[in-house]
């Protein structure tokens, strides 16, 4: 999936020589925490952040606006003087698995959709991504996710798949991960149903072995020296 299908495409933005308050009161009427700066083209020229306005604006100010005195001091400062400048953006071609590996490691919260002339397509936040993720892996339907700790050998996924569809269940999405056994993965398959007793017994009788979702992880950590 690309992020061009997952981000907001209709951005609320606001120009750099707009007052501090008009920043922060553009994010409290659309309830943002993040504004693109742009120009008459509309490139990306910075974006500021609700931690942005904090770090300059009084907790009064924020709260209910503070008294005339306070707010005159702030009036002369601008978008310009406390947006991010050159941040971090993102493709409208890349995948939303790209994204998530991008949030991680740049520590932000959103990030800037540009094109490669650098104007704005649209904005993805980490609520974006876990919308996407949400649809791709089915778990918005009822269900139960099952784990299979399996052998890293071709065909085990079509075994396990096989046994469950012989069953007529339909699966939500499966996911894989590295266990910390050599030679062996966990296998997660989100099963859209609630009844899935019979099939546990089906794939333990093939010689799996079933792993409890919830205990794993902790479980798979690797040792403190």
């Known amino acids: 999936m690309f992020v061009s299908r997952s981000m907001v495409s209709q951005v609320i933005t606001i ?6 308050f008009e920043a922060q009161e553009k994010m409290a009427a659309n309830g943002i925490r993040h504004l693109p700066v742009v120009d008459a083209d509309n490139r990306l020229t910075g974006i500021v952040t609700d931690r942005d306005i904090r770090s300059v604006m009084p907790y009064s100010l924020i709260k209910d606006k503070g008294v005339a005195q306070e707010r005159e001091k702030l009036a ?63 778990i918005g339907q009822p269900g139960t996710l099952v784990g299979i700790e399996v052998e890293e050998k071709v065909g085990q996924m079509k075994k396990i798949v096989d046994a469950i569809t012989d069953e007529n269940i339909s699966f939500g999405s499966v996911l894989v991960a590295r266990t910390w056994d050599e030679g062996k993965r966990a296998v997660f398959p989100y099963l859209l149903t ?13 010689g799996y072995k079933l792993i409890n979702p919830m205990d794993w992880y902790l479980d798979k950590l690797p040792k403190k020296p």
């Open 15 to 20: 120009d750099k020589d707009a007052s501090v």
């Open 76 to 138: 002369h400062l601008k978008v310009e003087d406390i947006m991010t400048r050159n941040p971090k953006t993102i493709s409208p071609m890349y995948t939303i698995q790209d994204a998530l590996l991008m949030i991680q490691k740049e520590k932000v919260g959103a990030f800037p959709v540009v094109d490669n002339e650098g104007k704005l397509q649209g904005i993805l936040s980490v609520r974006d991504l876990l919308r996407a993720f949400i649809n791709v892996l089915g």
């Open 194 to 206: 609630n009844n899935v007793s019979k099939v546990k017994k089906k794939l333990a009788a093939m």
